[in-house]
């Protein structure tokens, strides 16, 4: 007889979150899960997931409890305290944050899980919104190697990469440089498209030619669109990714690592966020590059 699946509690239900633990559900994972509005837990139960009234309820029976939340402070908010996650999950349960935080929040909560028993990975992934949906994720994990071993089948409902890269907080770090070269990725992308245009140049015809060579990118490949047709609905929005950037300068700091295009980076998507436009997607840097553009 089959093993039935493990139980899981998967805490926030955003634009990443739902397709997640919707594809969970679709593999036959039981999913309970919880976030602050409430027409996204109307989403899971229309897909088979059950709502639950609060993080400690959605993880008192759960055999793996995932967060997947905008924050540091999100994180540690549904961590700690008497109605967190550590106090409520069953000891043993398998705690793995999902989330984009600072290498040393995973570190922390890695610690914090262990004393009350709890194993605990920082699994924090790449490819957006559409990766999500596709289940075409990269998963970068850090903690115990026996730890990713147990988890490792329901991050291949996820995600079609999924890698070990250490102990704990190494998966933060791989996200950290993840988020700096999606970054720079944009803005030479974008800045490519500003010169095509302003030089009369067929713009789709360029990019079919750019992406079929040494230039081509899962950046380019994902939001030609977006900078095509000025869309610049969010998938993963400048604030988020100006949040990321703050992870970066943190992290290079801590290792005694100068990043100058990095500091570059986090200038030009605070600028964007600075503008008006961190709800947008983080294509829009397109923007910033047309402002300063000559006439």
Known sequence: MTAPLPRVAWIGLGVMGSPMAENLLRAGYPVTGYTLEQHKLDRLSTHGGVPAGSAAEAARHADV????????????????GPAGILANARPGALLIDMSTVAPRTA?????????HGLRVLDAPVSG???????????????GPPEVFAAARPLFEVLGSTVVHCGPNGAGQTVKAANQLIVAAGLQ?????????????????????????????????????H??????FTPGFRIDLHHKDM??????????????????????LVAEARDRGDGGLDHSALLRGVERTAAP
């Open 65 to 80: 409890v995932v967060t997947m939340l905008p924050a540091d402070a999100d994180v540690e908010s549904v961590a700690h």
């Open 107 to 115: 570190t922390a909560l890695a610690a914090a899980g262990a004393g």
């Open 128 to 142: 957006g919104e559409s990766g999500a949906v596709e289940g075409s994720l990269s998963v970068m994990a850090g």
């Open 188 to 224: 030479a992308c974008a800045e490519a498209v500003v010169l095509l245009e302003r030089s009369g140049v067929d713009l789709d015809a360029a990019l079919d030619v750019l992406n079929g060579g040494l230039a081509g990118s899962a950046v380019l490949t994902r939001k030609r």
């Open 226 to 231: 977006n900078f095509l047709g000025r869309d």
């Open 246 to 267: 703050g992870i970066v300068t943190d992290a290079a700091r801590e290792a005694g690592v100068a990043l100058p295009l990095g500091a570059l980076m986090a200038r």
